[in-house]
C-alpha cells in the first residue's frame, strides 16, 4: 500500500550509522552531544536535550515546568494523541483549545476566551502545548503575549515543523515559548528511526530534562568522590537516543533545509493544481515558512463525493492517505472523562471533511496523484 510520508535515507546516512555501530559506545558516546548541538545550532535555542521520542520529550517537558497531580494543562484537539497524553501522565487534568480552521492551529481568540473564563473561575491552566499543525507555525507572538498576563507555560509542539520559520527565524529557538519538542519518526521530516528533541533557552529547564530523562541520575559537580559514584535526585526515566539513533540523526540534519524546500516545492504544485477544484487546501500565513510535514485537504460542501468515498478511491489506486486527526478528546480514554463531541466545533469539523495525501522528498508520482485527484472530483 502506498504511504503519506515516507523517510529519505541516503548512502550518507547507512555509512553515519555503520560507523557508529562499529565505534566504542552505541549509546552515551559522542553522538547525541553532536546532535544537540548541531540542533542548538540550527534553532539558535541554547540548549538542547535528545530524548527517545517526542513522547517521551513532552512527558519531561511537563515534569520539568512542574505539571502535578493538581493542575491543568491545555493543548489542542486537533493533533497525535501524545499531545494530550503527556499532561496525564503527569497526573494532571487536560482540557483542549479549539482551532483555527484555515491553519489547523490553535485560534488564538478561543484561547483568549477561555483563559479570560478560567482567570475568572480560578482554573487556569499551568501550562499550554501548542501544536505547529502540518508544519505551519503557531501564532506564538499572540500566544506568548496572552499567556504572559495570565502566568501560563509554553511547550510547543513542533513534531511536524523541524526547519519551519516563524517571522523568519526557525520554529525551535524558543523566543516565545519556554520548551519546543521535535520529534524524529520516520514519517516526519526528518529521522532518527525513533527520536525526539527538546530545545529551550533555560539553563534549569534543561538540567531538569536531562536528569529526568536519565533516571532522575546525576554525577555530582564535586569531585571529592569517587569516579563510580552518582545519585538520584528524582524519579526519572530511561529517555535517552542512543548513538546509532543520533548519528542518522547528524546525518539526516546536513539535508533538512533541502528536504524542506522540495516539501515547499510539492505543496506549491499541489495547491496550483486544486486551485479549482472542490478543496480547500491550508493557508499559510505570510509570517510563516511551512515544514510541510503534511499536506491536507478539506473537501467543501460542493464536491461530488465525501472523504470516505475519497479515501477508498486513492487508496484503492494504491494512494496512500490518512486522516490527521481524529480529535483526541472524542477518543474513548478522553470520553471517559467527560469530554464528548460537539466541545471543540472546528476541530470536528476539520476531522470530518480531511484527507491526507502523499508529500515527501522522494515520491515520484505526485503528477499521478494530482490527476487521479482532478479527474474524481
Ligand atoms: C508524531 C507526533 C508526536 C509523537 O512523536 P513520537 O516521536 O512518535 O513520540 C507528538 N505530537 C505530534 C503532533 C506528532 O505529530
Keep these: 500500500m502506498g504511504q503519506y510520508g515516507k523517510q529519505t535515507i541516503d ?77 496525564r501522565y503527569c497526573g494532571a487534568d487536560v482540557d483542549f483549545v479549539d482551532i483555527e480552521m484555515s491553519t489547523g492551529c490553535i485560534s488564538v481568540t478561543k484561547l483568549a476566551e477561555k483563559l479570560k473564563r478560567a482567570n475568572e473561575s480560578n482554573t487556569l491552566p499551568k501550562l499550554l502545548i501548542v501544536v505547529h499543525y502540518a508544519g505551519i507555525s503557531c501564532d506564538m507572538n499572540s500566544i ?130 486544486f486551485a479549482e477544484l472542490p478543496i480547500e487546501t491550508l493557508t499559510v500565513p505570510h509570517d510563516c515558512y511551512s515544514a510541510w510535514h503534511i499536506f491536507v485537504v478539506r473537501l467543501t460542501d460542493s464536491a461530488k463525493l465525501n472523504r470516505e468515498d475519497l479515501y477508498k478511491t486513492l487508496v484503492d489506486s494504491n494512494i496512500g492517505c490518512q486522516v490527521h486527526y481524529i480529535p483526541v478528546h472524542t477518543h474513548p480514554y478522553y470520553q471517559n472523562l467527560g469530554f464528548k463531541w460537539g466541545d471543540c466545533p472546528n476541530a470536528e469539523k476539520f476531522y470530518q471533511h480531511c484527507l491526507t495525501i502523499p508529500l515527501y522528498p522522494s515520491m515520484d508520482n505526485q503528477q499521478k496523484i494530482i490527476e487521479k485527484l482532478t479527474s474524481i472530483l
Excluded at 53 to 79: E, F
Excluded at 175 to 181: E, F, H, K, L, P
Aim: neutral net charge; hydrophobic residues 40%; aromatic residues 8%.
Design 11 to 87: 548512502e550518507l546516512d547507512i555509512q553515519a550509522v555503520l560507523q557508529t555501530l562499529t565505534s566504542s559506545n552505541l549509546t552515551q558516546g559522542e553522538q547525541v552531544p553532536l546532535f544537540e548541538s548541531a540542533i542548538c545550532q540550527y534553532t539558535k535555542a541554547n540548549y538542547a536535550v535528545a530524548t527517545s521520542s517526542a513522547t517521551a520529550a513532552l512527558h519531561i517537558s511537563c515534569l520539568a515546568l512542574g505539571l502535578s497531580k493538581s493542575d491543568i494543562g491545555w493543548t489542542v484537539p486537533l493533533t497525535f494523541a501524545a499531545s494530550a497524553n503527556a499532561i
Design 144 to 273: 506568548f503575549e496572552l499567556c504572559r498576563q495570565y502566568n501560563v507555560k509554553i511547550i510547543e509542539d513542533a513534531s511536524h515543523a523541524i526547519g519551519a520559520k516563524y517571522k523568519n527565524k526557525p520554529v525551535g529557538n524558543c523566543q516565545y515559548s519556554d520548551i519546543c519538542v521535535f520529534s524524529f519518526h520516520p514519517v516526519k521530516i526528518i529521522t532518527t528511526g525513533e527520536g525526539g528533541m527538546i530545545t529551550t533557552n533555560s539553563q534549569s529547564l534543561a538540567q531538569q530534562a536531562r536528569l529526568l530523562a536519565c533516571h532522575g541520575i546525576s554525577k555530582p559537580s564535586t569531585n571529592t568522590q569517587p569516579s563510580w559514584f552518582y545519585e538520584q535526585h528524582e524519579l526519572g526515566y530511561n529517555y535517552r537516543m542512543s548513538d546509532i539513533h543520533a548519528a542518522l540523526g547528524n546525518s539526516q540534519l546536513n539535508k533538512l533545509d533541502e528536504f524542506v524546500s522540495v516539501r515547499n516545492q510539492m505543496a506549491t504544485l499541489y495547491q496550483k493544481a
